[in-house]
């Protein structure tokens, strides 16, 4: 069942993560570097499934914090997230036996493997979303009754704090305060849970999901298939059931603005060949809903993905540019992120949108 | 009088415009081994065929591959110094990382990862250690090294850890040529690092090209002020290039881009250069070309220059037409050999050139020779043509409203008068010579690129006017005329997930070479 990463692999799972990102959460390019330097220098990145953890194992989650327009200059130390783990296993007073992601999507899905591959652990094969989200509570893990403090949050001068709320919204509103002093990009480990836990409430198998997508397209662009049909294929048979072009058009227009330390703002595309045909995209760091002609054509916590027509290559929200031809490409969220009190965490109204969740299918 | 020259991979190509601009003589000459002497002879024959008096050439403009093919060709580069200041951050991924070995192995750079860096709000990350710097010193000494590059983390947002490095590394070694990553590219360390490195490597090189092209000037008689192209359409300097050659860097495609706006007289057009083996498609927007806004790989090494957005296609003059399995054209191509190998030449390899004259678009070598080939097969090449070419130009196009296309290049002739779904085709005079027309157009520019922190102190209204007249100010320093300079590009960028507004702005602004004002003073020729 569990696996080592090889280098075409990291490859694959880092374009795949980039597809998950849902235009935010990273490019993966520089997690990718981090990985492949542990790999080079002889270290393995073992992944294991949920199912393979020993019962009443501590798993330890590991991640960044910050903007991603912070990390890919002031570029990682390589030993905050350690430093980040050590500190929350000394808090707690127990081992860790593996260490996870919380958020598969974008510049995230890479760490857990750097630190994973550091530390001689396992990762666990699972994730809180299944994709990226702006901020820390925005988790199946919280919403399934996981607290996500005590946490541990470090800087690149190995300072360390930890964080006890009393609810995971303050825990991200605590350590947000404390990533902005840390200089905007902070190593952090929350959500400290047990086999139990990571069962129950992760979402399973997105590590292998994120490199099977990638692996898809890179065979697609091999093979000059379509890389939309063979995606949609691929998708067919997991968790995330569907995969569907939206949309393939032209980007007309972008509109960019800053609330709240969130990058929101829209993209407009019109079809290829019909410029009465546009599609707008919503989006907070992340796409948040697709509008066709008014009418709504997925919205989250479904994935509303931007790809290049010609390659199916992510392009993140910031690098959406006039003139890109682009096809949006929506993927059906698992069934765990569906329920009423997911929806209430980051479904519409966790995002102040107006409109009531419709699922992807049913569009 | 001003001349414009294109050094290319196989022609030098110089053009004479006279002061309102108008095309007075163009001419062709191979490119020679010995820099010196190929820029004299284009030199020489362009002024002797005007009987020209060297006196009233006010300018020269040059546009040359020398230093892209140094580093695609891992030849002539100098080993370079790094030192970047950051620690504790950045450790795991030190200078370099992403490049790949036969280049590292080229460059052999000595790596020095040092205290300092700032945060993105201007805190700094760590002081600098003076005796840090001076062990570095001390080891590019022990080695030889004289040429450094400096990076630090955030020297966009602010400098100061750069400049204070240098200078601590000059009064160790008083003869090392520095160059700093916050002169050099933008936001995000490992690109901009690469692009100093690559700088720094060039520097010798570049000395030794000015000095020739300078000597080949002196050696004409021509004392006009020598310029050279940069990537963004504007010119530097001779003594703004021997510090600054990377800005060299993929200044062809946008010479021709511009050259082909001036001799079409159109601002906003899609521009297809075809030469012998490819043909390249830019878009025009307000005369300038639209730049690439994903990284650019050059000689394996990501970067993040300001580039124009070109897609290439392996369709030119000497393309191959193949009939197995489909009719295809291209991409293989008989390049230089084509006055060798092609059908109307008297070879025995059926190219697009061939197409053309059996089309009647061309009148080249011997027509007869292409008389019996198949007139449905050149009917469908050109359409082939065609359709490839126009493909292309709708790939490239901004919005729904078709763009008129501007096709200059050698290769221009194996196109028809008109391009499906193009509203207007247009083959303007001199469209073999577009790359020297563009260097000779080239304008002086100032760009701001920065990240500002707005707040009830500072307003988005404030940082854009602050932004707007830096730039400005920028471009007039360097050089362009005050009354001709105007902003041409605006863009906002927020940072992510930060409280405080953070946004980084970047904006440009452009105007006409002053040329009165050159021998007078000596600006730096400056884009920051």
Known sequence: MGYDLTPQGLHDLAEGAAVLGTGGGGDPYIGRLLVEKEMAAGRTVHIIGADELPDGALVLPSSMMGAPTVFVEKLPSGDGNAAAFRALEEHLGRTAHAVMPTECGGLNSMIPLMLAAQLGLPVVDADGMGRAFPELQMQTFGVLGVSGSPMAIASDHGDTAIITAGDNKRMEQLARALTIQMGGASYISDYPMDTADVRRTSVHGTLTLCRRIGETLREARVTHADPFDALTKMLAGTIYSLGTVLFQGKVVDVERRTVDGFARGRARLEATGDPGDVLEITFQNEHLVARRNGTMVAIVPDLICTLNTESGAPIPTESLAYGQRLTVYGISTPPIMRTPEALACFGPAGFGLPDAYVPLEDL | ?528
């Open chain 2, 1 to 528: 009088m001003r001349i414009g020259i294109d050094v290319g991979g196989t022609h030098t190509d110089a053009v004479l415009l006279d002061p309102a601009m108008n095309v007075v003589a163009t001419i062709k000459t191979a490119t020679t081994a010995d820099v010196t002497r190929g820029v004299v002879t284009a030199l020489t024959d362009l002024l002797d065929s005007h009987n020209l008096d060297r006196g009233q050439v006010t300018a020269v403009m040059i546009g040359t591959t020398h230093f892209t093919n140094a580093l695609v060709t891992r030849r002539r580069l100098a080993r370079t110094g790094v030192v970047r200041l950051a620690l504790p951050a950045t450790a795991a991924l030190p200078p370099t990382s992403d490049w790949p070995a036969e280049l590292i192995a080229a460059i052999r750079p000595s790596v020095h990862l040092c205290h300092g860096g700032h945060e993105v709000d201007g805190r700094p990350i760590s002081p600098l250690d003076p005796d840090e710097l001076k062990r570095a010193a001390a080891d590019l000494a022990a080695h030889d090294i004289t040429t450094v590059a400096i990076s630090s983390v955030f020297s966009p947002v602010t400098a100061e850890a750069e400049l204070t490095a240098a200078d601590l590394l000059r009064a160790e070694l008083p003869h090392l040529r520095v160059s700093l990553s916050h002169q050099i590219g933008r936001i995000r360390l490992l690109e901009r690092e690469s692009a100093t490195i690559v700088n720094a490597c060039l520097l010798d090189l570049a000395d030794e090209i000015v000095d020739a092209f300078t000597g080949a000037l002196t050696a004409v008689g021509v004392r006009a002020p020598l310029f050279l192209s940069q990537n963004d359409g504007t010119l530097m300097d001779a003594e703004y290039t021997r510090r600054y050659p990377v800005r060299t860097f993929a200044s062809g495609p946008t010479n021709s881009m511009r050259g082909a706006a001036f001799l079409a007289d159109v601002t906003d057009a899609a521009v297809v250069d075809i030469g012998g083996t490819t043909a390249d498609v830019g878009v025009l927007t307000g005369g300038y070309p639209r730049q690439a806004s994903t990284d650019v790989d050059i000689a394996g090494v990501r970067t993040n220059f300001r580039m124009p957005d070109v897609v290439s296609v392996g369709l030119g003059g000497g393309s191959r037409v193949t009939l197995d399995p489909g009719l295809r054209i291209g991409p293989d191509s008989v390049g230089y050999r084509l006055t060798e190998e092609a059908l109307v030449f008297g070879g025995g390899t059926l190219t697009a050139t061939d197409l053309a004259v059996a089309a009647g678009l061309a009148d080249l070598g011997d027509p007869a020779l292409v008389s019996r080939v198949d007139r449905d097969l050149v009917r469908r090449g050109v359409a082939w043509m065609a359709d490839r070419v126009a493909g292309l130009v709708d790939q490239m196009r901004l919005s729904a409203e078709p763009l008129p296309v501007v096709i200059v290049g050698g290769g221009s002739i194996l196109m028809p008068p008109e391009l499906p779904g193009v509203p207007e085709v247009r083959i303007p005079e001199h469209y073999g010579v577009a790359n020297a027309i563009g260097a000779a157009i080239g304008q002086i520019g100032g760009e701001v690129d920065r990240l500002f922190v707005t707040g009830p102190q500072l307003t988005r209204e404030d940082v854009l006017d602050q932004a707007r007249a830096e730039a400005i100010e920028l471009a007039v320093s360097a050089g362009a005329a005050p009354a001709s300079v105007q902003v041409v590009h605006v863009d906002e960028i927020h940072v992510n997930y930060l409280p405080g507004n953070a946004v980084r702005v970047i904006v440009r602004a452009v105007g006409d070479l002053d040329l009165g004002r050159t021998p007078k003073e000596a600006p730096q020729w400056a884009t920051t």
